[in-house]
């Protein structure tokens, strides 16, 4: 069935939203106004975008530590994840998470993780949730590379698997688990090899290819939504800045770093959505224009927000 | 009133609990069949596999499942056979139950962990330990050490139904003893201390196994005509600062028996309370009566001179009279 239009210009104008985000916070970060750590997700918006397509509100996903665009991308607010990262009041999380742990429960984001792979188990665990109640939400979960390695990729995967639990993988394969390869660790080549150890279906796609990416987890959705459990899907994107901003990249060929920028996935999506006939080099300019402004905004709304009070670092340990 | 163990205890816990809320549900190893002993015991009869779920050796997946199922809007049980296994659970516990905190407020996480601790089997230095403080360490976590049936049935059920992540921990020594509990439902909150003996001139505070090692202590040190009021805080967190303090006020001695070593334990914890906030009524020294810093042992006579026993307690009550 043909993507319709709006939801096309929707995926497009979602990519451009997380990208200017994450310029922004990069030059913001710089400027000295961010605090802590940020790692940025340029060049992989096309997965969280495509994926969380798929998606309903009342879905859950689960994320890591570069997380501003599966919250984005989830339809967190730019104002309100800026303001977080800015370690305001009005940040999603009250300043309390910032970058690296934020966080929208209710549009069923259960937050950006500063352990690598621990969202896994969480991710099934809200999917067993669903099943129990006995609604056809899903959860999908976003990871790395890296964290296939992980002890909470075995043990999360075997029970989802066992459990026909309605969850989706996605795994962001940049290639760069922080500087280190994941081929230089492991004797897995291929990451969907992974998933015949617990019986469930895999896909890789070109990760930068949003609507591939949107098609692959659609089907593993829809798969999960059926309870039929869950399936990995591999997506080979790549991450264009350092593992966190400050990080300088020495260990990056120059080449690969070259070619990937070519696969950039916005310019290609704007460039298909043209050729198709769906924007015109007018409307995506439009488009673009937009979140520029969104983000001016979302800046000065970070900026003028009131800082928590100090006391505020002693509520919400309990319930 | 009727007489059961502190494993039956948990058991109708669980059971009163499970009939009362269709959100509760256990998981962990072997929840669905092992043996009598268990506090899960013939749950599965009644509830069936999907709300006593069996699950794989894994830990990490049992508590981690717990957390995203509790955020997700269940009441999970997850069942982690001995606290010793902590290790394997540690980022679970140390990062990610503190969700509620770090997502600024906006999400409950009720999920209670259950988990069996305790020296005096041979079992050894894998399977004894109790870690108290370990848990003490980690915040937004409640901790409740139930020293008897009555106490493991009404503190169990209160953990099942607090909106907060809570550790509670089954000792291994107490399985088998009985208490007098009410036919009737009843609760008992967490954060309220029990005063197991009244006495007037030793305050000891012990928790779990070590409440009974110190009741024996104090019938023999009555017999010498010294008076000890035994203070069983049932929690850990939250602490009833408040009734050991008042205890404190009268007696002016205080006695810490912890049956875990010396070097960090929750009887280091509870002394730096009272150092604190009540020395003017302290007449003496504080004690701490604990386990020598080492590993628990595996050999019964090695295990036995590893745990604090009632001589080890009358010996440190008889230095401060």
């Known amino acids: 069935m043909p993507i319709e ?10 990519m451009v939203r997380i990208r200017t985000f994450e310029e ?11 605090p802590g750590f940020v790692h940025l997700y340029v060049g992989e918006e096309s997965v969280a975008t495509g994926a969380c397509a798929n998606l309903r509100p009342d879905d859950y996903i689960t994320s890591t530590h570069r997380g501003h665009g599966h919250l984005i991308a989830k339809g967190g607010k730019t104002d309100r994840t800026m303001a977080e990262l800015f370690g305001k009041k009005t940040g999603y999380c009250k300043g309390k998470g910032g970058s690296m742990h934020i966080a929208d429960v209710d549009i069923g984001m259960l937050g950006a993780n500063g352990i690598v792979g621990a969202g896994i188990p969480i991710a099934g665990g809200a999917a067993l949730a669903a099943k129990m109640k006995g609604t056809d939400q899903v959860a999908i979960c976003f990871f790395g590379d890296g964290a296939t390695n992980t002890t909470r990729f075995h043990e999360g995967v075997n029970m989802a698997s066992h459990w026909k639990l309605p969850v989706v993988y996605v795994i962001e394969n940049n290639l760069w688990a922080m500087s280190t390869r994941t081929t230089d660790v492991s004797n897995i080549t291929n990451i969907t090899d992974r998933a015949a150890a617990y019986g469930i279906p895999a896909v890789a796609v070109e990760g930068n290819d949003v609507l591939a990416v949107y098609e692959a987890v659609g ?14 899907v591999e997506c080979r994107t790549y991450r264009q800045r350092g593992h966190s901003e400050g990080d300088r990249q020495t260990y990056k060929p120059k080449e690969e770093a070259e070619e990937w920028k070519k696969k950039d996935p916005i310019p290609r999506f704007r460039k298909k959505l043209i050729e198709m006939g769906v924007l015109t080099e007018k409307e995506a300019d439009k488009i673009d224009q937009e979140m520029l402004e969104e983000l001016d905004k979302a800046v000065k709304f970070a900026e003028e927000s009131p800082l928590p009070d100090p006391e505020e670092a002693l509520a919400d340990v309990f319930a | 009133m009727k007489e059961i163990n502190y494993m039956q205890a948990q058991n109708e816990a669980f059971d009163e609990e499970m009939a009362r809320d269709p959100s509760v549900f256990l998981l962990g190893e072997n929840v669905d069949t092992w ?7 013939r749950l599965i009869d009644k509830y069936g596999p999907e709300r006593v779920r069996n699950t794989a050796i894994s830990e990490t997946a049992i508590l981690g499942g717990a957390i995203g199922a509790a955020a997700a809007g269940m009441r999970p049980i997850a069942s982690i056979m001995f606290v010793d296994l902590f290790g394997i659970i540690g980022d679970e516990l140390i990062n990610q139950l503190q969700m509620r905190y770090m997502f600024g407020g906006k999400l409950k996480l009720p999920l209670t962990i259950h988990t069996g601790h305790g020296a005096g089997v041979s079992a050894a ?5 109790s870690l108290y403080v370990w848990l003490m360490a980690i915040k937004g976590l409640k901790i409740v050490v139930p020293s008897t049936a009555y106490d493991a049935k009404g503190l ?3 953990a099942i139904r607090e909106d907060n992540p809570v550790v509670f921990l089954t000792h291994k020594m107490l399985a088998r003893l009985t208490s007098q509990v009410p036919e009737e439902e009843y609760l008992i909150p967490l954060g309220k201390a029990d ?3 009244e006495g007037s001139d030793v305050t000891v505070v012990a928790m779990s196994f070590m409440v009974h090692r110190a009741l024996a202590a104090a019938a023999k040190l009555q017999q010498k005509g010294i008076s000890i009021e035994v203070i069983d805080p049932r929690t850990l967190v939250p602490l009833d600062k408040q ?3 008042g205890s404190v006020k009268k007696t002016g001695k205080l006695v810490i028996l912890d049956e875990e070593p010396k070097t960090g334990n929750a009887a280091g914890e509870i002394s730096a309370i009272i150092a604190e906030e009540a020395f003017d009524y302290l007449d003496a020294p504080i004690k701490r009566v604990c386990a020598p810093d080492t590993p628990v042992p595996f050999s019964p006579v090695l295990e036995k001179f590893w745990i604090p026993d009632e001589d080890d307690l009358i010996k440190a009550v008889t230095e401060i009279m």
């Open chain 1, 24 to 34: 922004r916070a990069a030059k913001e970060f710089a400027a000295g106004k961010i």
């Open chain 2, 35 to 41: 043996g009598a002993a268990a506090p899960s015991t």
């Open chain 2, 156 to 158: 169990l059920k209160s």
């Open chain 2, 243 to 245: 009734t050991i303090i």
């Open chain 1, 219 to 232: 089907k593993a959705v829809a798969r999960a939504r059926k309870g039929e459990g869950p399936t990995l």
């Open chain 2, 195 to 197: 005063v197991k003996r």
């Open chain 1, 5 to 14: 239009k709006k939801k096309l210009i929707e995926m497009y104008t979602t």
């Open chain 2, 125 to 129: 230095a894998h399977h004894s330990k």
